[in-house]
């Protein structure tokens, strides 16, 4: 069962921007934290960015005052806004959901892409 579905990759310029979206199903109960990872090719896969039921947020600082994750309870959906893109932020993008009882849901990856 799809639970998590991720949307907003592609390719850019240095120094262009993109959105990331999201969306988690209903069935996911108790959800804790919603956030960004990414890995690329040859390195660890590591935290750019989470956020927590109060609003709350973590940013990595790789990407502090580039990055801004939100969300939308309404929709069920988290975002990944990113500006100031640098080719080092190439990599594939995941989006996780934990909830209370500390199981992870991830999403399929989306690639991002940052070349001239």
């Known amino acids: 069962q799809v639970q998590l579905v991720e949307s907003g990759g592609g390719l850019v310029q240095p120094g262009g921007s993109l959105r990331l979206s999201c969306a988690a199903s209903?069935?996911?109960?108790?959800?804790?934290?919603m956030g960004w990872y990414r890995q690329a090719p040859g390195k660890q896969r590591e935290l750019v960015a989470s956020?927590?039921?109060?609003?709350?947020?973590n940013i990595a600082d790789s990407v502090k005052g580039r990055f801004t994750i939100s969300r939308d309870n309404a929709k069920n959906t988290v975002y990944l806004q990113m500006i100031s893109l640098k080719p080092e932020d190439t990599a594939v993008y995941y989006c996780?959901?934990?909830?209370?009882?500390?199981?992870?849901?991830w999403g399929q990856g989306t690639q991002v892409t940052v070349s001239s």
């Open positions: 996780n959901v934990r909830d209370l009882w500390s199981n992870d849901y």
């Open positions: 209903r069935n996911i109960f108790g959800i804790s934290v």
């Open positions: 956020i927590i039921n109060s609003g709350s947020t």
